[in-house]
């Protein structure tokens, strides 16, 4: 048998005996003492509330009456600057196929340039490996996600660390053939559209979006800043505006700040805190997970609910920014150990449960942050430290009485 082997049946070997001593400390005292007693566990536990609300962003859309096949030179979510070239509008659909090769042909340059031995003559083989296995599982994750987009731009990032790599390995590897030969390639192409072409400009710098929904011009700042619970559900109830759409070549949002406008009602809105930040898992994001700041609350004194207004500015590269969103708001959450009902005692006052250490029993001070109907969640002794081994607090893996009679600190089970 190899040491492996050896290796593996002795590890088998100490569990199965671990095992069985456990059991014939259960029957020990059940036959002994009538003691039940079971080993301190981890548990949390989430306070939730499940809305759903409203996206409201400082956007506007980029009209066109131009009549032609709309090629775009920005991506969605990419932050452009003011006086950038986000759109084109070509007469003659060919010229707008040639645009996408001269699109494709720049990111490969700009892949290729990222790539080049310059940008990495210091870089650390094992840490471009590292990060090659990061973005290789990122990308899988997305795609299991349906989440295409972001897988695309995760394989552009997992590229340019592929080619890192390979300059390091040829020692000083560069790529300025390549280069040269793609630029040709777009002086080429440019060259061959023939057509009308109308381009369309960032007004101001901020972030591109190619679709809209008709409500960029009623979910706006100024809607905002005179909301009331009224006006709040006549934007909800507002139908799109449809000239909007059917002129729409894409848009800008100016500011990496959002909002996120909900209802609830005021016995709950008595739970928040206006300042406080708060985790939203967004459901159409694949329960992507941000934190809100909650703003403000806008109330009335004839509604029993009141306007929550939220805020980010986390813009995750495949987030959905759809209007209406179911969200997931976690109110609280509580961490430590989980002690049953039945365990719970008091000893001079203090709350706690009794322990078995060797054969004695030994009394615990217990915190308690959160009760259910069969269990609390009570405090770690070291919260940064889960594993402490405390001699006055309950700790992780102690042994629990939680079941006898005559149980008392020092007593000596037989």
């Given at each position: 048998m190899t040491q492996k082997g050896i290796l593996h049946q002795i590890l088998i070997g100490g569990i199965a005996i671990m095992v069985i001593a456990y059991m014939v400390l259960q029957l020990t005292l059940s036959v002994g003492d009538l003691v039940t007693a079971e080993t301190v566990e981890l548990a949390s536990y989430e306070d939730t509330l499940d809305v759903t609300g409203y996206i409201l962003r400082n956007e506007k859309i980029i009209s066109s009456?131009?009549?032609?096949?709309?090629?775009?030179?920005?991506?969605?979510?990419?932050?452009?600057?003011?006086?950038?070239?986000?759109?084109?509008?070509?007469?003659?659909?060919?010229?707008?196929?040639?645009?996408?090769?001269?699109?494709?042909?720049?990111?490969?340059?700009?892949?290729?340039?990222k790539s080049s031995s310059t940008a990495v003559s210091t870089t650390n083989i094992i840490n471009i490996e590292n990060s090659i296995h990061q973005s290789l599982t990122d990308s899988i994750r997305k795609i299991n996600n349906n989440n295409f987009t972001g897988a695309l731009y995760s394989e552009d990032e997992?590229?340019?660390?592929?080619?890192?790599?390979?300059?390091?390995?040829?020692?000083?590897?560069?790529?300025?053939?390549?280069?040269?030969?793609?630029?040709?390639?777009?002086?080429?192409?440019?060259?061959?559209?023939?057509?009308?072409?109308?381009?369309?400009?960032?007004?101001?710098?901020?972030?591109?979006y190619s679709n809209v929904d008709g409500y960029e011009s009623i979910f706006t700042i100024s809607a905002l800043n005179q909301?009331?619970?009224?006006?709040?559900?006549?934007?909800?109830?507002?139908?799109?505006?449809?000239?909007?759409?059917?002129?729409?070549?894409?848009?800008?949002?100016?500011?990496?700040?959002?909002?996120?406008?909900?209802?609830?009602?005021?016995?709950?809105?008595?739970?928040?805190?206006?300042?406080?930040?708060?985790?939203?898992?967004?459901?159409?994001?694949?329960?992507?997970?941000?934190?809100?700041?909650?703003?403000?609350f806008v109330s009335q004194t004839d509604n029993e609910n009141v306007v929550a207004v939220f805020s980010s500015q986390e813009m995750p590269n495949d987030f959905s920014f759809k209007r209406e969103q179911p969200v997931k708001i976690q109110l609280k959450k509580y961490e430590g150990l989980e002690v049953p009902t039945t365990a719970l005692r008091k000893k001079d006052g203090k709350n706690g449960v009794y322990i078995i250490q060797g054969n004695v029993v030994q009394f615990r001070e217990v915190e308690i942050l959160f009760e259910q109907k069969d269990y609390f969640i009570v405090a770690l002794p070291d919260s940064n430290n889960k594993a402490y081994l405390s001699e006055t607090k309950l700790s992780l893996y102690d042994l629990m009485i939680i079941g006898g009679k005559n149980i008392y600190d020092g007593k000596v089970l037989k």
């Open positions: 009456t131009t009549q032609g096949t709309i090629s775009y030179l920005a991506d969605d979510n990419e932050k452009v600057y003011a006086g950038m070239n986000v759109v084109m509008v070509y007469s003659d659909s060919n010229d707008a196929l040639i645009q996408k090769q001269i699109i494709e042909c720049k990111r490969k340059i700009d892949i290729l340039k997992l590229l340019i660390l592929m080619n890192r790599k390979n300059a390091l390995k040829s020692q000083g590897e560069n790529y300025e053939l390549q280069i040269s030969a793609l630029n040709n390639e777009v002086s080429r192409l440019e060259n061959s559209i023939k057509g009308n072409k109308t381009t369309f400009y960032a007004d101001k710098s901020g972030y591109f909301l009331s619970v009224d006006s709040y559900y006549n934007l909800i109830a507002s139908d799109p505006s449809l000239i909007s759409i059917n002129a729409a070549i894409g848009k800008i949002v100016y500011d990496s700040k959002w909002y996120f406008l909900c209802t609830v009602d005021k016995r709950t809105a008595s739970t928040l805190t206006t300042g406080g930040i708060y985790d939203f898992s967004y459901i159409y994001s694949n329960n992507t997970a941000i934190k809100m700041k909650l703003e403000k």
